[in-house]
């Protein structure tokens, strides 16, 4: 291995493309932290070092988007929809594990033909049903139709099946009433897939667009997402704005990664377990 | 536990704990899916819907841009999603050898990208793809280039940057699947292969892609999936003025111009539900043929 000229320069490309990939990886959050900066001019012409339009820009954002209620809207949605999504799905995929029945693995099979069923086939009458019950352009539009997924019901039910049997009976015999038991015993022992859970649905209900993009409409109503995208969509938009709003818009999920890393990585991975 | 009181207490609570989820999924997920399927036989613009047996399915055999949208969702699908497994399975073979040096920061600077919104990180590359954006003056500074490369203004390098901009994206998100499979696979197959003599690519070959087929079936169909969906990206990377699939029309996608036909023009919500079914046909088939080249022949 080691007086091998042959190893040595496979072991030095190696390390050259990872850090081309990492250098890839890392460049356009270090573009956007210096795009804060910079003046838009300075922006669309490639200038990749800091700047002294940083107060400028957040000024200017904050002229123009109404900071505080954007960012509460999207906390709103993001922390109602994660809380009441684990709520249901969980008690579903703890249901699921202890219904022992036939019909359940038909109904199990069905939800898992609907996973691949495209979010564009369901928009179309989802909007005209939000239309018919007065919820367009409410928050309420965008939480309802996220609550029950499919995809964290799986995730829970994958995961009941490693819940000891035992802890249910001796609990049984205890004479805890089943509702007592998932918010006494099952609720505490699965902790981790919960916290995995919170990752995965927080980032889908913050990044999420397409569908807020059709139901919100007003400016008082509208996500840091879609201000990001809004702001980007003018014709001469202001990147130096823009990227205030694209950090606002990625630090909580950075945040979490950070703090998380390992949860947030096994919550990526729940659904091959 | 075989007592017969105490199961049907379970089917009842089993039920009942059910029901809140299978309620929402009635309301939300089966009925629109089948409203969608009712109203792809429907015809007339805005609310005004009247049935229209078959025209909507032969009005795709004609619509030019429904065509232009599938034959670029088409593109982004066989480019991009080869591309992407198969970096990602480099990266996890190589990072997951043990010897490696910062093996973590290698690992955490290349799954990063997947902790940003779509929307952010496509105005990010909006801006350093312009035309004279930090990646021409790199390419023009390193003389790869004498001429900045139009990225967002032809039709051929708009569709560069989308399928650089998913790459970008997701090629950390699933090399996290494979780095987790390869976890569990014993090492001394390795060790006895490289005691046998074989070669480092063909043990990639021959020993890690068919151990990891399991997990390289569900990342190419989650992809191809999340590629037949594609919207963020060319709303927000590959638009100008707030019109997405620029320039014309050359990175359109499917859901865009579901999304174009229900929301931008004059609705026409039977028209854009067949194009919707036509994802989802998609997604069958594609998955089905996925599922038939991994099968396990014997």
Redesign the interface.
Known sequence: MTANPLALLGRTLTYLALSLAAFISIFPFYWMIVGTTNTSADIIKGKSGFGSALFTNVANFFAQVDVARVFWNSAYIAVVGTVLTLAVSSLAGYGFEILRSKTRERIFAALLLMLSVPFAALMIPLFMMMAKLGLINTHAAIILPAIASIFIIFYFRQATKAFPAELRDAAKIDGLKEWQIFLYVYLPVMRPTYAAATIIIFMANWNNYLWPLIVLQTNEQKTITLVVSSLTSAYYPDYGVVMVAAVLATLPTIIIFFALQRRFVAGLLGAVK | ?ANPD??R???L??????????V??GL??????L??LW?SFQTGRG?TLKFGGFANISRLTQDPVFLHALSNTAVFLVVQVPLMIILALI?AN??NNPN???RG??R?????????????????????F?N???????LEGVHLISEPIPWLASPFWAKVVIIMAIT?RWT??NM??YL??LQNIDRSIYEAARIDGVPAWARFVYLTIPLLKP?IL?TT?IST?GT??L??EV??IT????VGGTPSDSTLT??LY??NL??RFMPN?GY??TV??V??VL??IL?FVQFWVARDRK
């Open positions: 536990m105490l199961r207490t379970d089917r609570n089993g039920w009942l704990f059910v029901m809140p989820a299978l929402l999924l939300f997920m089966v009925f629109p899916i409203w969608s109203m609310m990266f190589v990072l490696l040096k910062f920061f290698f955490t600077a290349i799954f990063l990208p997947c902790v940003t919104s779509l929307v952010a990180y496509s105005v990010l590359f909006k801006s350093m312009a004279d954006g930090v990646i021409n003056a790199f970008w950390g998100y996290i699947f987790a499979a997990v569900f169909i999936i037949l969906q919207f963020d709303m927000n638009a100008s003025g707030g499917l859901s579901i999304y229900s929301f919500f854009a539900a919707s079914y994802i989802v997604v069958g998955s």
